[in-house]
């Protein structure tokens, strides 16, 4: 089984009114959450309903769920997830198949790069801010890149969370890497200098290897990478794999990534 | 006041110190490099590596001229606002000159695309062109306010709080902004707000370094009304200074200094308003002519000393540099309110 078209179905659901907005992730709305009387209410955060929720909810009798999936240090870990949210429809039958399908899938995509000769060097993300946030080497990016048959330039970090650096560091370490991926919003390479013109001196720019994960938008313009990527992490996987080693997926389509266009 | 001698040593010393803080702003920084390739990269004569070759040359020595650029243009338009206002307490930040500039780049960026005029601004030098614009334009206008408020209120410490609101008002114009634009925009203009000497790149320096000259050269030439206003408006026009025209020049003088930094670097806190004092203090003049390059060369070593410490590493990590002039600039201004009697007179304020 194959968690498909979440995306579509969701924006069919919003258009049809059945599912509405109650605020952002930094400012629920909670007169609204509260008129809606909602049998449960999922949010995320450190998974403590009390900080992640809101204590006059709770109070009020709203129940809280809170997840924590984002701080799991493995892409299957992440996805497992899904049984927690069937757990409370009384589907867990259906979630272990999914989540089955999934291990099956990424294990065997694994087995194509566990042996590989060559693992081109990749890095990730860019400077925002006067800071780059690049993911820690126990982090779940780090296994991703590495599972697809990366050699991730910040593996032998010890961090799950994200080092804050400096664009010198990113530099000194990542100036001759062959990949660069999950690049902000960049869709073309003038994005690309326009961040920062120096952003020209990676290798990976003048080959033409940065790819970002914005290849499919939801009908709102937002990434279904961040809708959908978490639990098809083996599609995520598939994608990494077909770019670092393209041979080893003949025919295989990106879904998620694409390469930054020349304009 | 100092002997000649005493000031000749004071400014041999501030000379060789700019000198030293330019040089190890150059030579430390999150990637180490070894004294010995860095003074062979600096010299020329280096064909090792070319890593380190791009640090040194794209990163660290465009970043050391920003940072002197910054310091100079910030305490000369902290150094002219106070004089202007006859306010110890002025200075861009402080009086949300800033806050203006901050505002008029945050209208380009967050609305980019959504008024047709602004496709102008999007593009590359354009870009910037259009963002220093939007800011000296946006200090301008806070000036202007700030200009008129002045006039009708008496304390100085009335008009800082003035400022102050003004800056929450902005700031909160700002987070609507914010609010209602597009990820991409609003991710643009993060970027852009954090204040950091490291974005400016060279191409941005020939843009930057002619503009500012342009204003510290306008600041100096002023010096000698400022001397007057020093002593009284009314004592200056009777001394034939024409207040409109001086009033005028100093408005363009520091919506230039103060807004093309902003534009540039991002707001960069309290280096503006504590320089000239410190300045004073050590030189105990009072002389514009004077004054201007003094602080040019202090705001300097201030502005590198304080993005040394942002750049030194603490567990593999920078801190902004924001944080760092707050800690060096915040507690002057404590002095300075503490002092106020005796800085009034020293000012002959009031």
Known sequence: MIIQNISAKATELIESGKITEVGDSYSLNIEKVFSLKPDILFTYGNGNPYIDGDKKLIQNGIHIASGTFHLENSPLARAEWIKFLAAFFDKEKEANDVFNGITDRYNNLTKLTQNISFRPTVFTEAQFGGVWYEPGGNSYMSKLLNDAGAEYLWKNDESTGSLKLNYEQIFEKAHDADFWVNVLFWAKRSDVLKNDSRNSKFKAFRTKNIYNNNASLNKFGFYEYWETGVINCDLVLSDLIKIFHPELLPGYKLKYYKRISDD | ?350
């Open chain 2, 1 to 350: 006041m100092l002997t000649p001698q005493r000031k000749k040593i004071i400014a041999v010393f501030l000379f060789l110190l700019l000198g030293l803080s330019f040089f190890f702003d150059i030579i430390l920084g999150a990637v180490r490099i070894p004294l010995g390739d860095a003074l062979n990269i600096l010299t020329g004569s280096s064909s090792g590596n070319s890593v380190w070759i791009t640090i040194i040359t794209e990163f660290r020595i465009p970043k050391a001229i920003t940072a002197i650029l910054a310091g100079s243009a910030l305490s000369v338009s902290g150094l002219l606002m106070q004089t202007f206002f006859r306010n110890p307490l002025a200075d861009p930040f402080v009086l949300g000159i800033s806050s203006g500039a901050s505002f008029g780049v945050a209208l380009v960026i967050l609305t980019a695309g959504s008024i047709g005029i602004n496709l102008f601004f999007l593009n590359g030098l354009l870009n910037k062109i259009g963002i220093t614009i939007a800011a000296g334009l946006g200090a301008a206008v806070i000036l202007l306010l700030i200009t008129f408020v002045s006039r009708k209120v008496s304390s100085n410490i009335t008009l800082l709080i003035f400022g102050l609101m003004l800056g929450y008002i902005i700031g909160a114009l700002e987070s609507m902004l914010k609010y209602f634009s597009s990820p991409e925009n609003l991710q643009g203009y993060v970027i852009w707000g954090m204040g950091n000497f490291g974005n400016v790149i060279w191409s941005d320096l020939f843009l930057l370094i002619p503009i500012i000259l342009f204003g510290l050269v306008v600041a100096f030439l002023l010096s000698k009304p400022l001397n007057l206003l020093l002593l009284g408006e009314n004592y200056a026009v009777s001394m034939g200074v024409n207040i409109k025209v001086i009033r005028l020049l100093i408005i363009v003088a520091v919506g230039i200094l103060g807004g093309v930094i902003t534009a540039f670097c991002g707001p960069i806190a309290f280096i503006g308003i504590a320089v000239p004092h410190i300045t004073k203090k050590m030189l105990n003049e009072f002389d514009h002519k004077i004054l201007i390059p003094a602080v040019c060369i202090v705001g300097s070593i201030l502005a590198l000393l304080c993005d040394i410490i942002s750049q030194l590493i603490w567990h593999e990590q920078t801190i902004p540099i924001n944080v760092v002039t707050s800690l060096v600039g915040a507690p002057v201004v404590i002095w300075i309110i503490i002092q106020q009697r005796k800085v009034k007179h020293s000012l002959a304020v009031e």
